[in-house]
Each structure stands twice: as C-alpha cells, then as structure tokens.
C-alpha cells in the first residue's frame, strides 16, 4: 500500500505541475474559485511552502535524506498499521516529487495558491498530510502502551 500511495501522489503531482509549466507563463495567475483560490506558477528553490529560499543545496541534501529515512521506516512500519503506512508514502511521494523538479529544473513548481498561505504544490500537500498522519499514528500508539 505504501508504494501505491507513494506512487498516486508522484504521477499526481508531476502531471499537475507540467500542466502549469505548459499552460500558464511563470508569475502568472488565474483565479479558480473567485478570490479564495488561484493557480499561480512560482518556482521554489525553498523547502514546502516556499520556506528557505535561499537554501537550494541544502534542501536537495535534505529531500535525499528524508526519501531514504522514508525507506528505511517503510521497511520497519508494522504490517497492521495501514495509516502509518499511507502517510510514509504520502510523504515519500511528495519528497520524491519535489526531488525530480530540483534535479530537472533547480527549483520546484507551485501552483497552488489560497492568498493567505505561500504557494504550493501537491507534493508539499502529501509530505504536509502525511508527516501529520504518521505523528497521528505513532501518539496514538505510544498512549496505548502507556
């Protein structure tokens, strides 16, 4: 299940972002919901949320880091722990996601634009919904061993 999930959050998020860098020019924008929600073509060479700007390699050491940490509590992860599970693929496929934009273009494309929040993409999306899930899971299991 993990790779599946990590895998619907990958092709999701490099298709959504090629048809941005396709169809809309950088720094443009187009409202998608009135004034709440907008397609904005940014490109980050910062962490999720466009955090760190100005710290390009060390976010692509770090990506590298967090897919093969990933990796390795993938291997670990309990079989009977299927949430656990979705949110390290929903973490790995938005970390990968984002490497793949650093690797081709020395930035990450964001798209996604509420005006009240930095810009992001759907790979910021899983990493954010599944570090929250795997938090989730290992609370939730450490207070029923206490």
């Known amino acids: ?16 972002k090629v048809l941005v860098q396709h169809n809309l020019a950088l720094n ?5 919901l009135g004034d709440l929600l907008w397609i ?3 490109q980050n060479t910062g962490i999720s949320f466009s955090i760190a700007r100005s710290y390009g390699g060390v976010v692509f050491v770090f990506d590298i880091i967090a897919i093969l940490f990933i990796a390795y509590l993938a291997r670990r992860a309990p079989k ?3 949430w656990l599970r979705v ?3 929903l973490v790995l496929g938005g970390a990968v996601g984002n490497v793949i934009d650093r690797i081709l273009a020395g930035s990450v494309t964001d798209f996604i634009d509420f005006r009240i929040w930095p ?3 759907l790979a910021d999306m899983g990493i954010t ?3 929250l899930i795997i938090a989730w899971r290992l609370w939730s299991g450490s ?3 206490a």
Do not use: C, S, W, Y
Not at 2 to 16: E, G, K, Q, S
């Open 1 to 16: 299940m993990l790779i599946a999930v990590a895998l619907v959050v990958l092709v999701l998020d490099r298709v959504t």
């Open 28 to 32: 443009d924008h187009v409202p998608v």
């Open 40 to 42: 904005d073509h940014t």
């Open 80 to 82: 009977d722990e299927p």
């Open 87 to 89: 949110g390290l693929g």
């Open 119 to 121: 810009v992001f993409n």
């Open 129 to 131: 919904v599944g570090a």
């Open 143 to 145: 207070k029923q061993e």
